[in-house]
């Protein structure tokens, strides 16, 4: 023990005590080795895959690497979803490879993908913004010391690049939270790569790893193809009122009405249509969640068109609680992420045109994206909260149950309903509250309740009750909502005309 601490002790010394040309000399050496010892894997696509057990239609973990790029997926059989980094922001992806940021971006893995793929080791890592600088070496638990460098990506944190100083291969990364740890080191092709990745909470050990030909592609998601440039449809005629977003559709030869859902993370269908269509359930279970939750089946279902757009046959969550609302699809997260959705509440219109269109409005509200819905944040009187933007919701202001514990003075109840949803109902506490901020307008005196039941987004939804005194266009490419109000309406005004 004290010959290791004497040996830290004299190597600290040396590296504090040289001149800043000589740190770069040893660096620049320490570099060149860490490129011939991995064989620069940073210039490949690579593929990583793990298998729960042996069987065949066992759950698998991919991992897909090319340069600064990841993708990450985790299957069972067909079904599979997981995160996309492109380099700069990383991806939520869905069963229909639908992505959509994540939020807040976690500037950490940024870096842990430098440095996993040895890409700060590249002469141009620094000459595209990256940082490298020495350190003195680290002492591990286990008693070994590894060389280390400080390792800062454009646009990431920095973490520590520990590497061992007789093989020059990276064997860990240290820093902010991070402890990942490289071994069972193989040959693949020419390079050199690990098949055990620790990260303390998870443990993956690849079954195979590959050199790839082609290069890797972004999550394509569901993208319309839509006639004309443009198309517009007008809501439903239901047999009960309703402010939702409702429109005619056809799927497969089913023509049925579809709710057009920001508060739906991908496509649903009824269980009714399903058996109309005779489509038979993949895989293993899906768990959907709203006021309740339960387990159910994912189908394949055909080309869905909505006036003159069509979009591709896709995957469909089956609900069994939905038709009796008075529709049978459920339009999400994927039909908004690859077009831009403009829902006239005072025409009582759906518009569709391609993505690349700008948010018209007048005025745009920032979003964020929670597990596939959109999020900004509102002023409830003088409180500030996350809401979930839920065309679904026919609710004005929904709010959580725990946020409603935490400010209390929101609103004061006035009055409870039982009220129904995904998965099951509850009991909500409704009011009135005077004022609410949002995208530089004053809605007053708005509806305004709390559930008995914990919401899965955010610190509540805003719906289409509020919603409905707007002309909405969601522009998720953007990340923006177009807002214009309606004409004569006396429930909005501008800010600074309200009394505060």
Not at 10 to 16: E, G, H, R, S
Not at 327 to 341: L, N, S
Not at 458 to 481: C, E, K, N
Request: some cysteine.
């Amino acid at each position: 023990m004290r010959f290791a601490v004497a040996v830290l002790g004299c190597f600290t010394a040396t590296l504090a005590l040289a001149g800043a040309d000589d740190s770069r000399t040893q660096l620049d050496a320490l570099l060149t080795r860490v490129r011939d010892a991995g064989g620069r894997p940073y210039r490949f696509h690579l593929r990583a895959v793990a298998k729960q057990s042996a069987d065949a239609a066992a759950d698998t973990f991919t991992v897909d690497d090319d340069g600064p790029r990841t993708l990450l997926r985790r299957c069972s059989g067909q079904l599979c979803s997981g995160t996309y980094l492109d380099g700069e922001t990383v991806w939520a992806i869905n069963l229909n490879d639908t992505a959509l940021p994540l939020e807040p971006e976690d500037s950490r893995r940024i870096t842990l993908r430098a440095i996993e793929g040895e890409a700060f080791a590249d002469p141009g890592f620094e000459a595209g913004g990256g940082h490298v600088a020495l350190k003195v070496p680290l002492r591990l638990n286990d008693g070994r010391t590894m060389l280390r460098v400080a390792v800062t990506a454009p646009r990431g944190a920095t973490l520590d690049a520990l590497i061992d100083r007789d093989t020059a291969l990276v064997t860990g990364v240290r820093g902010q939270d991070v402890a990942v740890t490289y071994s069972d080191w193989r040959a693949v092709g020419d390079l050199t790569l690990p098949f055990e990745i620790d990260s303390g909470s998870t443990v993956r050990r690849f079954d195979a790893r590959t050199i790839e030909p082609a290069p890797l592609g972004a999550p394509r998601g569901l993208a319309p193809r839509i006639e004309g440039g443009s198309t517009s449809v007008a809501f439903a005629s239901l047999s009960r009122p309703t402010v939702d977003p409702i429109v005619p559709c056809s799927i497969g030869r089913e023509r049925v009405a579809c709710l057009f859902d920001t508060g739906n993370s991908g496509l649903s269908m009824s269980l009714e249509l399903a058996e109309r269509l005779g489509l038979e359930p993949l895989g293993k279970s899906l768990q959907v969640r709203g006021l309740g939750e339960y387990e159910t089946g994912v189908v394949t279902g055909p080309e869905l068109q909505i006036g003159g757009a069509r979009y591709p046959g896709a995957y469909y969550a089956v609900l069994h609680d939905v038709q009796q609302y008075g529709y049978d699809v459920v339009v999400g997260a994927d039909a908004f992420a690859h077009a831009t959705v403009t829902i006239d509440y005072p025409a009582h219109e759906l518009r569709l045109a391609p993505e690349a269109a700008s948010a018209a409005g007048d005025a745009a509200i920032d979003i964020a994206f929670e597990n596939f819905l959109p999020v900004t944040t509102v002023l409830l009187g003088d409180t500030k909260a996350l809401l979930a933007i839920d065309t679904g919701d026919e609710s004005a202001i929904n709010l959580s149950s725990a946020f409603y514990a935490l400010h209390p003075g929101v609103f004061t109840p006035q009055t409870h309903a039982r009220v129904a949803g995904i998965g099951g109902t509850g009991d909500e506490l409704l009011g009135t509250i005077e004022r609410v901020d949002v995208g530089g307008f004053s809605l007053l005196n708005q509806p305004i309740g709390t559930t008995n039941r914990s919401l899965p987004t955010a610190q509540g939804h805003i719906g289409s009750g509020a919603l409905s005194h707007f002309v909405a266009t969601f522009d998720y490419a953007h990340r923006r909502v177009g807002l214009s109000p309606k004409r004569g309406d006396g429930a909005i005004a501008t800010p600074s005309a309200v009394k505060r």
